[in-house]
């Protein structure tokens, strides 16, 4: 397998999920602060220049989330095959696509990327995001992972915006079993393998040919 991406959140839900499963990988860096990610090669990949991209034998998948499905049903790992566990681990991981990791993406944008900073909007996403909290301190109250019974691609995929929530000012003073949860996934051998590079800038594909990590 061959995985092309960059120091995003999306990228380190697919880096995390591999080294659960230990499939050897080799990973081909695209830096998309240098718009790497537009160039014709990448683009015969992926039309919306977008990481991650995962390559196997011939075929070539992107989203995130398609992505963890795939690797889930082939390893049999982090999502179960029948019954309301999977639909429960579905649900979520839908929740974050369409929900968490669309809007903390807003705050992110606001927080660090907009190039004139703006209080009010900051304001009004990370109030939307507390909310967002919320609902993810209710699910976690009830369970300790997000399917019902495991810790699968449900959980790996809201983790990796968790890791930056610090970074954009959200507070967990009052979401003590999200906290709870974070601390448990921090300390998964293949949690630290694939994120010890998270907040470096990995390395450009123009200096550095692509590197293996096995299991």
């Known amino acids: ?31 998309i602060r240098a718009g790497e990610q537009h160039s014709p090669g990448f683009r015969a990949l992926n ?14 998948l992107v989203e995130s989330a398609a992505i963890l499905m795939f690797l889930a049903d082939r390893s049999g790992f982090g999502l179960a095959k029948t019954g309301w566990q999977r639909q429960k681990g579905l ?9 968490q990791g669309p809007l903390f993406g807003q705050l992110e944008y606001w927080v660090e990327l907009a190039g004139d900073p703006n209080p009010e909007m900051q304001s009004h996403y990370r109030a939307i995001c507390q909310k967002i909290l919320v609902q993810m301190e209710s699910r976690l109250e009830q369970t300790t992972w997000f399917d019902g019974a495991d810790y699968g691609i449900a959980d790996i995929a809201h983790y990796t915006w968790m ?4 970074r954009l000012g959200l507070d967990l003073n009052d979401c003590p079993h999200v906290r709870a949860w974070m601390l448990r996934i921090d300390k998964r051998p293949a949690v630290m393998r ?9 390395p450009s594909s123009s200096s550095s040919s692509p590197r293996s990590q096995p299991d």
Do not use: C, H
């Open 91 to 99: 649900e979520w991981l839908m929740f974050q696509a369409s929900t």
């Open 1 to 31: 397998m061959r995985l092309y991406g960059f120091d995003t959140v999306n990228t380190f839900k697919v880096l995390i999920m591999l080294e659960e499963i230990g499939q050897p990988y080799a990973f081909d860096p695209i830096d």
């Open 47 to 60: 039309p919306n220049g977008k990481v991650p991209v995962l390559v196997v034998e011939e075929e070539v």
């Open 194 to 202: 694939a994120t010890r590079d998270a907040f470096s800038p990995l």
């Open 163 to 166: 890791m930056r929530a610090s």
